[in-house]
C-alpha cells in the first residue's frame, strides 16, 4: 500500500486512519507500544508511552518513496508480524494498520498480537471494508491503478468473531470513508458530503474501519495501590479524666 497512498484517494484515506488511530491511542498508557508495518501512517505519534517501535515485514519499507517525506517515527526492526520477537505479555499497546490484508495468515497474526500483550492491553485495528462501495469498486474494477493492490480485507464481523476467540473485548469502532473511489482529487472533494450522509444513513458500511480492542484474562484483577488496600486502623481509647467536685461529695 505504500505506492497507492501517493493517489489522490490514499491521501484522503491516510487521513482519516490518522485522524481516528490519534483518537484511539491518546489514552492509552504503559511503557511499550508497536506499530506492525505501514511507515506513511504515524499511528503513535499522540501516545505518550515512552517506548514505542515501528516494525516493517521487508527492509525496502524502512526507506522513503520518491517525493515522499520520511515517516515521524523511525523504523525499528524488520521482522515477521506472525512472529514477532517480544516475550509473551511484553506489550501494552500494538497497532495494526492494514496488517491483515497484506498478511499470508491474518489469524496467525491476530494470536500472535494476543501472545505478546500484557493483560488489558490494547490492539487497535485499521482495515477496510468488504462490505462496502469501495468493497464492490475493488471486485469490479479489478487491476486499476488508484485502487490499492492487497487483499480484499476482513469483514468486521468476522474481525470480531476472531478477536473473541482470542479473549478480547471491543471497546470501540469506527467507520470512514462513504466517499467513491476515484482518482480525481476534484471528484473527491465533490463527493465531500457523502461522508456525513454515510455516518447518519449506512454507518456500518464505510470504506475502512478503525478496532481498539482490549486483552481480557479470565480470573484476573487490577491490584490497587498499597495504601488504598490498608486497612484503617482504630483509634487508641482515650482515658477520660472525671474530676470530683463539691456536688459529687455531698
Not at 47 to 66: F, G, I, K
Not at 217 to 233: F, K, Q, T
Request: with cysteine; aromatic share 8%; charged share 20%.
Amino acid at each position: 500500500m505504500q505506492h497507492w497512498t501517493q493517489s489522490a484517494l490514499g491521501h484522503y484515506l491516510l487521513d482519516w486512519e490518522q485522524q481516528c488511530c490519534d483518537e484511539a491511542v491518546a489514552d492509552i498508557f504503559g511503557y511499550h507500544s508497536l506499530q506492525l508495518g505501514m511507515p506513511m501512517l504515524q499511528g503513535l505519534r499522540a501516545n505518550r508511552m515512552p517506548h514505542r517501535w515501528l516494525a516493517v515485514d521487508c527492509p525496502q519499507a524502512c526507506e522513503p518513496l520518491e517525493g515522499m517525506p520520511a515517516a515521524g517515527m523511525p523504523v525499528s526492526l524488520v521482522t515477521d508480524p506472525a512472529a514477532l520477537p517480544f516475550a509473551e505479555a511484553s506489550l501494552d499497546l500494538v497497532m495494526m494498520p492494514h496488517t491483515l490484508e497484506t498478511s499470508p495468515d491474518p489469524h496467525a497474526v491476530l494470536r500472535e498480537a494476543a501472545r505478546v500483550l500484557v493483560p488489558e492491553g490494547r490492539l487497535v485495528v485499521c482495515g477496510l471494508n468488504p462490505a462496502s462501495l469501495l468493497g464492490v469498486q475493488r471486485r469490479v474494477e479489478r487491476g486499476t491503478a488508484y485502487l490499492p493492490e492487497v487483499g480484499w480485507g476482513v469483514g468486521y464481523w468476522r474481525l470480531r468473531d476472531w478477536l473473541q476467540l482470542l479473549a478480547f473485548d471491543i471497546e470501540a469502532v469506527q467507520f470512514g470513508c462513504y466517499r467513491p473511489a476515484t482518482q480525481s482529487a476534484q471528484w473527491l472533494r465533490r463527493w465531500r458530503f457523502m461522508d456525513r450522509v454515510g455516518r447518519l444513513g449506512w454507518p456500518m458500511l464505510g470504506g475502512a474501519y478503525c478496532v481498539v480492542a482490549v486483552k481480557r484474562v479470565a480470573g484476573m484483577r487490577m491490584l490497587e495501590s498499597a495504601w488504598r488496600s490498608r486497612p484503617a486502623r482504630a483509634g487508641a481509647a482515650m482515658p477520660v479524666a472525671h474530676r470530683q467536685g463539691p456536688a459529687d461529695t455531698a
